[in-house]
């Protein structure tokens, strides 16, 4: 599950408060109105991975399908995550697509779209590391994406823990297969799909949660409610299924796509 830093929150806050409208060297997303700019942080497998424009992963193909049935074309911009929510207040994207976690104090800078994926943490190690849960984590060198919510609970839970942040969380795999930290605490799908890269890597345990995924808006954009009868729609036809089975090859829990998370 993935964050943000306090710093960039607040400076969505000021930004979305302030009315600010697309700067920089990108167009704004309302400058193309029949095309569909989303914002995603490249890689994290298996939700968006590979190279542009052909990026792949489940919110890759989630946000195509919904643009498609929007009459509209999809431009992914890739860019790093503890600065996405601030591009989307000054207008650089219609959307954000990166994995994010449904928080409340999210909530306070950006639209949520019913969620379409729970996730838990978990806990990675190297093969022969004698961590076998969170409990093994205090006073090791445990890495987490930066601004991410893996970061966040182990400063919370194992504050003992000696925490590296990286920008990307392929480089706190490249740091735990090279010896320089003891564990990674990431989002379990993520780590699990890395196992496949990463051979003396694995997961050792899960850390539920109970927090969802969902597709960001700007405060009050229209585009969540169209965006949000796709998704309906998507799920009642069996698409939303075919997505998720895609990826992850089981059936998606009954609570997606649900009004009440």
Known sequence: MRGFRGTDLAAAMLLLAGGLEGCGSEPAAGD????????ADVPYVPFAFGDAPNYQ?????????????????????KTPFDTIFRDLAQGKFDLVAA?????????????????Y????????????????????LAGRRVGALLGGTGEKWVKGKVPSAD?????????????LAAGQIDAVVNDFPSSKSAERSYRDLKVVTTIPT???????????SPLRDEVNTTLR????????????????????PATLLAETN
């Open 163 to 175: 925490l590296r942040t990286y920008d990307l969380i392929d480089e706190a795999f490249k740091a």
């Open 210 to 220: 109970g927090e969802y995924y969902g597709l960001a808006f700007k405060p009050g």
């Open 32 to 39: 193309a109105p029949d095309t569909l700019v989303v914002g």
């Open 233 to 252: 729609a998507m799920k009642q036809d069996g698409t939303f299924d075919r997505i998720y089975r895609t990826w992850f090859q089981v059936a998606p």
């Open 57 to 77: 992963g489940m919110d890759m193909d989630l946000v195509r399908e919904i643009a498609r049935r929007l009459g509209k074309q999809t431009e992914i911009r």
């Open 99 to 115: 994995s994010v976690t449904i928080t409340d104090e999210r909530k306070k800078v950006v639209d949520f779209s019913l969620p």
């Open 117 to 136: 994926f729970n996730s838990d943490q978990s806990v990675m190690i190297r093969q022969g590391t004698p961590i076998t849960g969170a409990e093994g």
